[in-house]
């Protein structure tokens, strides 16, 4: 009993000592492991819970100063963020930017509360290294998330960055209105806007980004954006699924002297089907994000810089692979190619 007693004891502490250290070990065969025994949106909103009550690591140490990134006037303390879609609802922000990162970006957040799509709407496609998603927007809504932002000042932490991804309700008859409100209620709190006009899981969403309809939308939403004081950039956030065309008209509506926009977020998940893919999974309805998306997301960040001329920022988002940036050398290669541009493309 004593030696039972000591051993469970010992393991414990170890494991309480794995948890708050970061150590890797612990993460990969201890932490990870049992995570995956939950349901795949079970584990989401069990790891935004902890990092809510800062039950996660911190990062100590403050970043060399060889990581520093100048972008729209605002110093970043490192080229590592966490893109939209972990932290949906506003809960974590501080606990995720204690982690190390350099910025958090929140959403995305529609004006009114909605419940998204029917579970199960979250698939693991591990043979594929991969997620399918359909969560459809799931949002708290602008009140309960501005109230979780009121403790949050613009430009208030040094080298610490909040984004606000904004979107619009599944059944707004006016989906600019829709963001027009995220910007009155949110854009206080941003250190930079995101609209969102690209998840597939909001019917008629992409039309959003064909060029009439974006250049009304940017045209409404920088109006307002420039009643803030602090006028944060406003980034577009595109699919992965564009055309040539598609992209030649959001480029060109991009790079208007007035009206355009600060940036662009390169990309959201895919509505495509490799055929490589392994998963029983991969049938599944939604949004496909991790490794099968890295071409894809490479070849779209070239021809978005190509097409805005270099003068546009652009960054690649997916919190699903972001642990593949981490510890795999192969999966940077858009960090690394947005970086030698100068354009802060940040994975």
């Known amino acids: 009993k004593t030696v039972c007693v000591g051993g469970t004891a010992t393991l414990l502490v170890a494991s309480v000592y794995g948890y708050f250290s970061g150590n890797a070990w612990f993460y990969r065969h201890v932490a990870m492991p049992a995570v995956r025994m939950l349901d795949p949106e079970q584990s989401h909103v069990l790891a935004v819970y902890l990092a809510s009550k800062g039950l996660v690591p911190k990062d100590r140490a403050p970043d060399p100063d060889v990581l520093r990134t100048e972008l729209w006037g605002r110093t970043f303390s490192n080229p590592i963020g966490l893109a939209a879609g972990f932290d949906k609802h506003g809960e974590a922000y501080p606990g995720l930017l204690g982690m190390g990162f350099a910025f958090v970006e929140i959403g995305s957040v529609t004006p009114l509360p909605q419940a998204g799509n029917p579970k199960p709407r979250v698939f693991r496609l591990p043979e594929d290294d991969a997620i399918i998603n359909r969560y459809g927007f799931n949002s708290d809504g602008h009140v309960i998330v501005k109230n979780r932002l009121k403790g949050w000042k613009s430009g208030a932490s040094e080298g610490k960055i909040l984004g606000v991804n904004i979107g619009k309700n599944k059944d707004s008859k006016n989906g600019a209105e829709d963001y027009v409100a995220g910007i009155q209620e949110l854009g206080c709190y941003a250190d930079y806007i995101v609209i969102n006009i690209s998840s597939p899981n909001t019917p008629g969403l992409r039309d959003m980004q064909g060029r009439v309809l974006l250049a009304h939308l940017l045209d409404t939403v920088t109006a307002e954006r420039d009643t803030i004081p602090h006028k944060p950039p406003i980034l577009v956030k595109v699919a992965p699924d564009l055309s040539d065309s598609d992209k030649e008209d ?42 099968p998306l890295r071409d894809m997301a490479t070849s779209a960040i070239f021809d978005m810089y190509r097409l805005t001329k270099g003068l546009v920022s652009c960054r690649r988002a997916s919190w699903l692979l972001l642990r593949h940036l981490l510890c795999n050398r192969e999966h940077s290669d858009n960090w690394c190619w947005g970086r030698l541009h100068g354009q802060g493309c940040v994975r």
């Open 250 to 291: 959001i480029a060109a509506v991009i790079l208007r002297p007035k009206g355009g926009a600060d940036g662009l977020v390169v990309c959201n998940t895919t509505v495509a089907r490799p055929q490589t893919l392994q998963s029983t999974h991969r049938g599944e309805m939604g949004g496909l994000s991790g490794a």
